[in-house]
């Protein structure tokens, strides 16, 4: 348990070290903290073709895919000439990071982004997002003002877009726009194996396949491990009382392998039930809100990855990338998250 932001009184505040008391002060009248109509409106407003399953595949899959071509297309120029057994990529540098970027902006809904714009989302997004110290704090907060600023000039822009009904910069169908009117144990080698057997007996169930590989994973190793969140109501928890504010850690990790004690199942078939099947994005009202895209487009690199020789032979790259080897995974765990900064593959 952690205490209520709250009920800490200033008193106490006072005898705490400034950036602390800062930080806490900030809490108190932060949307997600008091859970207020805002917030929930803010929430309401995210396109539902981004956080349902079936939705945002039917949606952004095609796009993720042809982001991933561009990519990959780019990896074999860059390789093609290398003996066999000494080409390489980095899934991190060379799809991964950029993909998310392109991603981002098609949430957003920005139809024209410039490279420069690109970097500064990159670099927004690694500042914000670190929790394991990895950047100079005053680093970390200038960036963040600097994005704060850069959305606020945004909406302006997006404002007038909507007066003129001229969306030849913004897509009527992003955040942005919404968010504007709203206001008004298997190893991984012996599983590619056995991914690419059952797709080459079966290619109409590649998706469907793919689903289950990739909810496994998030099921026993989610992005995650540990969030906080605050109580929005007195319960009973197990004989224990939690209070209408009370912070509460959960841990996602432990919850989702206890949905299924024992080794990883790749293939295990997911039921069309309400119980979710993994916790990598949480759950509920706060559940992460780009988590099945992201899903969606982890299913869309390893398809183009994995399994183009079968189920596109015809691809560029399609025989090139046939033997792929694992050469280095490189990955920690940075204060709840799991951040990971290499995946070389050799071929």
């Known amino acids: 348990m952690i205490p209520r932001v709250g009920a800490i009184p200033d008193s106490v505040l006072a005898t705490l070290p400034p950036l602390i008391s800062d930080f806490i002060i900030g809490m108190r009248s932060w949307a997600v903290m008091k859970d207020g109509v805002e917030h929930k409106n803010l929430r309401r407003s995210f396109p ?35 003996a066999p057994g000494s080409r390489e990529m980095d899934v991190m540098d060379d799809i991964a990071r950029p993909l998310a970027i392109e991603i981002l902006c098609h949430v957003l809904g920005l139809k024209h982004p410039t490279p420069h714009l690109r970097e500064r989302l990159a670099v927004w997004s690694d500042h914000t997002a670190d929790t394991g110290g990895r950047f100079p704090l005053q680093e970390t907060v200038e960036l ?19 007066a003129r009904a001229d969306f030849t910069e913004f897509s009527e169908q992003g955040l942005l726009v919404q968010l504007v009117r709203e206001r008004k144990i298997k190893t991984a080698t012996a599983a ?19 689903h289950q590989v990739s909810t496994e994973v998030l099921r ?23 209070a209408h504010g009370d912070g509460v850690i959960l841990h996602l990790e432990e919850a ?44 869309v690199v390893m398809e183009k990855l994995l399994l183009s020789d079968i189920v596109a032979p015809s691809a560029r790259w399609a025989r090139l990338f046939r033997d792929l080897r694992l050469a280095k995974f490189d990955w ?16």
């Open 144 to 162: 963040y003002a600097e994005g704060v600023r850069f959305f606020l000039e945004t909406f302006e822009r997006v404002e007038t877009a909507i």
């Open 256 to 299: 989702g392998r206890s949905m299924h004690p024992g080794a990883m199942d790749f293939f295990r078939p997911l039921d069309s039930g309400g119980t979710p099947h993994h916790l990598g994005f949480g759950h509920g009202h706060h559940r992460c809100m780009g988590g099945e895209t992201g899903q969606v487009a982890a299913e």
């Open 192 to 210: 590619v194996a056995e991914l690419r057997a059952r797709v080459a007996a079966a290619p109409a169930d590649c998706v469907r396949l793919l």
């Open 332 to 347: 920690e765990e940075s204060g709840s998250f799991k951040e990971i900064h290499a995946i070389k593959l050799v071929f």
């Open 48 to 82: 539902s073709r981004f956080m349902v399953y079936p939705l945002t595949r039917e949606e952004n899959a095609g796009f993720i895919a042809s982001k991933v071509e561009i990519l990959l297309d780019a990896v074999a120029t860059r390789e093609q000439h290398k």
């Open 220 to 242: 026993c190793h989610p992005p995650a491990h540990v969030i906080v969140r605050v109580a929005t109501t007195d319960f009973n928890f197990h004989g224990r009382t939690i």
